[in-house]
């Protein structure tokens, strides 16, 4: 089974069962910086959220500006199609639940 497939079917099991122990972005245990994301973004008309580490939340948000993720990243799935969210989660799941570092913003083109 493709990576990005079991990665997808992973998180597809912790949306359905949700546990508010682990991150819905990098599955790792919750620490103490835990936030809320709304999938689709207030601004745009989101109601649900889901939980995730600061870090992973702050990453997010640096990668896409809220109309990019309404139009076509309001998943997890459709977030882990995209390289660079791959490449940070590859990252970051080797780090303890409570990690955290400052997240640089991608600049625009």
């Known amino acids: 089974m493709k990576r990005i497939q079991k990665i ?5 099991y912790r949306l359905n069962n949700p546990t508010e122990k682990n991150c819905s972005l990098c599955g790792r245990p919750l ?3 835990t936030e809320k994301h709304h999938l689709v973004p207030k601004s745009q008309g989101g ?3 889901i939980p995730l580490h600061a870090i ?3 990453k997010i948000h640096a990668l896409f500006n809220e109309k990019e993720l309404a139009r076509s990243y309001f998943s997890i799935e459709a977030l882990l199609a995209d390289e660079s969210v791959r490449k940070f989660v590859k990252w970051v799941q080797t ?3 409570d990690f955290y570092s400052r997240t640089r913003k991608k600049t625009r083109t």
């Open 8 to 12: 997808a079917l992973e998180t597809q």
């Open 95 to 97: 780090k303890p639940a």
């Open 56 to 58: 992973c939340h702050r």
């Open 31 to 33: 620490g103490k910086r």
């Open 47 to 49: 109601i649900d959220t």
